[in-house]
């Protein structure tokens, strides 16, 4: 899994979707095309960042939801705890031979 979200997190389109979401949780894709034209000035396609979601997706780092007709997107940033945990927050020390 760490892979996947590195791949993920190496775009930044991808970067910017995942700052959206931190600002403001549980987007559509069309709030998500709407905020990335107007703040970040990128003029993706919707079918652009609807795979960018995907690949978003995949890595664990967005949940989706849906409602009637609207599908919702959710940041999850539990893959990004687990790897500040694994360098910043060792559980256990490293003891020597």
Known sequence: MPDDVFKALSDPTRRAILD?????????????????????GLGSSRQAISQHLAVLEAAGLINT?????????????????????????????????
Do not use: M
């Open 20 to 40: 959206e979401l931190t600002e403001r949780n549980g987007q559509t894709l069309f709030e998500i095309c709407t905020r990335l034209s107007s703040k970040h």
């Open 65 to 97: 939801r849906r409602e009637g007709r609207y599908k919702f997107h959710d940041l999850n940033a539990q893959p990004l705890e687990q790897i500040v945990s694994r360098w910043l927050k060792p559980q256990q020390p490293e003891t020597g031979p």
